[in-house]
């Protein structure tokens, strides 16, 4: 069964650093979403992705955080000047172009910013 | 806006017992809405999803939901509890209307005791 495939599964960073954060969509879906979870709490939307620009994005996401789609197949989430309340867990899915048919999440990558 | 609630944040059920999760949501037309299941530190797993057709939806693990409009529901449900049960569950909904991103509910944490 097709996947989502992000990377890597755990980074640390220090207060203030860039990181990228990297996923692979299914090949053949059209649209791209990142979700965040900090511990303990629901799963958030951050932002969708369609036709290499921005569809929505929420309140959340504000200037530190952008997306790219830098070539056919991954699709990144850039987060410029980390603080530590941005340790969390961050989901990127995809899904075709038939409404939700096909939505499917990856397993997550742990961000943690010490 | 779309909303979840999922009213009970921990629920403790007996080894064999059946199992019943709730979930209500808050949305004018029909919904999209899924259950999925996470274990501590890892990703989401699809249990079942309803998009039109049959109210009762079954899933994966021997799961099963319930889709009813007139109470704005989508519980869950399982005959028999198996201690590798124990995990948190997350209900979600979306729709095209609101650009097919997923809102999620707050999660519930089910305990099996032995």
């Known amino acids: 069964e097709p996947e989502v495939t992000q990377t890597p599964s755990h980074q640390v960073t220090q207060m203030g650093q860039e990181v990228i954060l990297r996923c692979v969509p299914i090949s053949n879906h059209l649209y791209f979403y990142w979700y965040r979870q900090i511990l303990g709490q629901k799963v958030e939307f951050l932002v969708s992705?369609?036709?290499?620009?921005?569809?929505?994005k929420s309140e959340i996401f504000d200037d530190q955080f952008s997306v790219e789609r830098p070539d056919g197949s991954n699709f990144t989430l850039k987060i410029r000047s980390t603080k530590l309340e941005d340790s969390a867990m961050y989901f990127c899915?995809?899904?075709?172009?038939?409404?939700?048919?096909?939505?499917?999440f990856g397993s997550g990558t742990r961000l943690t910013v010490v | 806006a779309q909303s979840v609630t999922q009213p009970d944040i921990h629920i403790t059920v007996s080894e064999g017992a059946s199992l019943e999760l709730r979930c209500n949501y808050s949305?004018?037309?029909?919904?999209?809405l899924f259950w999925y299941v996470q274990s501590p530190g890892q990703g989401l797993q699809l249990l079942l999803k309803y998009f039109s057709g049959d109210t009762l939806v079954q899933g994966i693990k021997g799961f099963e939901a319930e889709f009813k409009r007139s109470q704005s529901s989508f519980n869950l449900r399982k005959p028999s509890v198996h201690w590798s049960d124990a995990a948190e569950y997350f209900c979600a909904v979306g729709n095209k209307e609101y650009g097919n991103k997923l809102v999620f509910g707050a999660g519930t944490i089910l305990r099996v005791k032995s």
């Open positions: 899915a995809s899904r075709t172009g038939l409404g939700l048919y096909g939505y499917t």
């Open positions: 992705f369609y036709n290499n620009e921005i569809s929505e």
């Open positions: 949305y004018g037309a029909t919904p999209y």
